[in-house]
């Protein structure tokens, strides 16, 4: 599985960024979960959201009502539509794959065997 990821910049606090995340390798459609994550400086990667191959939609409550995954599998494409920005949000983002779907792992990075390179997202005035 490779996945590229991008649509990371820079916002101001309240504004909005999509980021995509293109892979090759695995059918959304029939298998795995597909995640984003984030990592800001000195922290520790943690988990943002998840969709699972049947649709099921997973959110860190920090981002709940906030941002919104989403998916096209014509493309096998996974979005990340992030609205309500704040500082807090500042990071950078990854997207990641789990060609196995298991359902109580979606949360955990590490159970994620591929990953794309990142975006950086920066909400500032």
């Known amino acids: 599985v490779q996945l590229q990821a991008s649509g990371g910049g820079l916002v101001q606090p309240g504004g909005s960024l999509r980021l995509s995340c293109a892979a090759s390798?695995?059918?959304?459609?029939?298998?795995?979960?597909m995640g984003w994550f984030r990592q800001s400086s000195g922290k520790e990667r943690e988990f943002v959201a998840a969709?699972?191959?049947?649709?099921?939609?997973f959110y860190a409550d920090s981002v709940k009502g906030r941002f919104t995954i989403s998916r096209e599998n014509a493309k096998n494409t996974v979005f990340l539509q992030m609205n309500s920005l704040n500082p807090e949000d500042t990071a950078v983002y990854y997207c990641?794959?789990?060609?196995?779907?298991?359902?109580?792992?979606?949360?955990?990075?590490?159970?994620?065997?591929?990953w794309g390179q990142g975006t950086q997202v920066t909400v500032s005035s």
């Open positions: 990641a794959a789990d060609p196995r779907g298991i359902l109580s792992t979606v949360r955990l990075p590490d159970q994620y065997g591929s």
């Open positions: 390798g695995l059918t959304f459609s029939r298998s795995g979960n």
């Open positions: 969709i699972r191959y049947n649709g099921y939609t």
